[in-house]
């Protein structure tokens, strides 16, 4: 079965620093693999994805991640967080699976990131 | 504007009424999904639709009983509900279920309360 950690519950930085929110994950075969951020009050919306080619993808916001298949991770980057990334992060799997009919996105538990001003 | 809406933003109801979540999409999209949010675990799926035809029931207790009536409006019936039943509940489109690359988008959710 194919699963996620996102072994920080919170993840607390002052502004301007940058900040890493981490994700590991376990899949049968090579991983599509995705980030998404929660606002206070609002669904998820979708910030990057992984799926092929270079390892360090760039996304919304200013955020990227890096993709590390010999550490099975992709966790999420930001040079410099300002107060408004403040939210809910959710790193999400899905198997590269050709043939077969698993389709499922795997979502892991959130990271609560709190950017202090 | 996220372009899949759902209404009510909040529903308190008893564990003996019935009640719907409603949730439509503007976005062309051809799968629609149903998700429970409770705080610190993960995105619970619970049904999806592709096409109109319901592809996925992740072991949904029967008082949830969701209706596609067309690809761009998802309903979730609600009845004798628990007082566990009470988180956020997020609808999602995408294009296909079966496009392993594409993104899902969200709406804002639905949050209930079950006194």
């Known amino acids: 079965a194919q699963s996620v950690a996102q072994p920080e519950d919170q993840v607390n930085v002052a502004e301007g620093n940058p900040l890493t929110v981490k994700c590991t994950y376990s899949v049968s075969g090579n991983p599509y693999l995705f980030w998404y951020v929660q606002y206070p009050n609002r669904g998820l919306q979708f910030l990057l994805k992984?799926?092929?080619?270079?390892?360090l993808v760039k996304g919304s916001y200013g955020f990227e991640a890096e993709f590390n298949k010999s550490q099975t991770s992709f966790h999420l980057k930001k040079p410099s967080a300002l107060v408004s990334d403040s939210a809910l992060y959710f790193c999400?799997?899905?198997?590269?699976?050709?043939?077969?009919?698993?389709?499922?996105?795997?979502f892991g538990k959130g990271t609560l990131l709190t950017v202090n001003p | 504007e996220t372009g899949v809406t759902q209404t009510p933003r909040h529903l308190v109801m008893g564990m003996t009424n019935k009640k719907s979540l409603k949730c439509e999409q503007h976005?062309?999209?051809?799968?629609m999904y149903w998700y429970k949010q409770s705080a610190k675990k993960p995105l619970e799926l619970m049904f999806v639709?592709?096409?109109?035809?319901?592809?996925e029931n992740n072991s949904v207790p029967s008082r949830f009983s969701p209706e596609c009536p067309n690809s761009s409006h998802l309903f979730l019936h609600l009845h004798t509900l628990q007082p566990e039943d009470s988180a956020l509940y997020l609808c999602?489109?995408?294009?296909?279920?079966?496009?392993?690359?594409?993104?899902?988008?969200f709406g804002n959710g639905t949050r209930l309360t079950v006194t």
């Open positions: 999400a799997v899905r198997a590269i699976n050709s043939g077969g009919s698993n389709y499922k996105l795997t």
């Open positions: 976005l062309g999209h051809n799968a």
């Open positions: 999602a489109s995408s294009q296909d279920y079966r496009d392993r690359i594409s993104p899902l988008h």
């Open positions: 992984y799926i092929t080619g270079d390892n």
């Open positions: 639709y592709n096409f109109k035809e319901q592809t």
